[in-house]
């Protein structure tokens, strides 16, 4: 079973390759059910593509024929006995959700969020993203918008920032199992 945290990166790329400058990923754990949204700012999708975008043999890609990272969410959360949709505007942007039931024996286990987010940042230092993972009372977060103020024009992907975001996120995952 893929792990949560592999296909959050797998969706955020398709945020960063629709030319977005801010990607907001969301977590939310309340009454048995795992909400996962990300939205962002780019390029947005034609009404007629995203009818069939869930369908694994729709891409705009040419090196592969069949695009398969939203199809194989989709199917993640179904099996999981949650639910998929997504929403788009040309020009606009996209926001997709997807829940899980957390009790559910195909449950996809998170991962490592910390991994994904410094991979991501690393990957398109130039780009916003945003984490907020709320689960018991607690929450786990980060926000580069922030963090690039405080740095005042040190790059994101400066190997000193991406250690302290991935220990950083690595703390704040643990408290929110605890
Ligand atoms: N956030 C997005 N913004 C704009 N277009 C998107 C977005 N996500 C996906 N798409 C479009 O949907 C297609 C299918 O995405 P996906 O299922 O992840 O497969 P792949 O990325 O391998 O093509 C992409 O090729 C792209 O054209
Ligand atoms: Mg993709």
Request: zero cysteines; glycine letters at 12%.
């Amino acid at each position: 079973m893929k792990e949560l945290s592999l296909h959050i990166l797998d969706i955020a790329m398709n945020s960063v390759k629709a030319g977005a400058s801010l990607v907001e990923i969301g977590l939310e754990e309340a009454g048995g059910t795992l909400t996962l949204t990300v939205a962002d700012n780019g390029r947005g999708m034609e009404p007629e593509f995203l009818a069939s975008v869930a369908d694994p043999f729709t891409t705009t890609r040419t090196t592969r024929k069949v695009g398969m990272g939203i199809p194989l969410l989709k199917l993640a959360a179904e099996q999981a006995g949650g639910a998929f949709s997504i929403e788009s505007a040309p020009g606009e942007g996209t926001a997709l959700t997807a829940s899980f039931q957390t009790g559910h024996l195909d449950n996809p286990p998170l991962g490592d969020m910390a991994a994904t987010l410094v991979s991501l940042i690393q990957g398109s230092p130039g780009i916003d993203f945003t984490y907020t993972h709320t689960a018991g009372g607690g929450v786990s977060s980060l926000d580069t918008r922030e963090l690039r103020a405080a740095l005042d024009g040190v790059p994101l992907d400066t190997p000193d920032v991406l250690a302290w975001i991935q220990n950083s996120i690595e703390e704040e995952e643990r408290g929110l199992s605890q």
